[in-house]
């Protein structure tokens, strides 16, 4: 599969965990009996999260190494995440 649609791929998948852990984050701190206490479709376990992470900055770092000077934009975007992700970031980002 090629890079965009990895990249589109991964960004979903981040979309639908975040939605899993917010409805997650909702329930009852002690469920009730009646109450399902299965995690909700789609909320990935913490390796399987890092991993994506780790997976999105790779693909966003490989559309910096491509000539993305019609879309300036886009750079100072992933500068910002870079900036905030700090040394989590899995590979340092070239300005």
Excluded: C
């Amino acid at each position: 599969m090629p890079w965009p649609a990895r990249l589109h791929e991964a960004v979903q998948t981040y979309r639908t965990h975040q939605q899993a852990d917010r409805e997650y984050r909702m329930r009852a701190a002690i469920p009730g009996p009646q109450e399902d206490t299965r995690p909700p479709a789609g909320l990935l376990a913490p390796v399987a999260f890092d991993r994506l992470v780790h997976d999105m900055f790779g693909l966003i770092g490989h559309a910096l190494d491509i000539n993305l000077h019609d879309h300036i934009d886009i750079v100072e975007d992933v500068q910002i995440l870079y900036k905030k992700a700090g040394p989590a970031s899995p590979r340092a980002l070239e300005t």
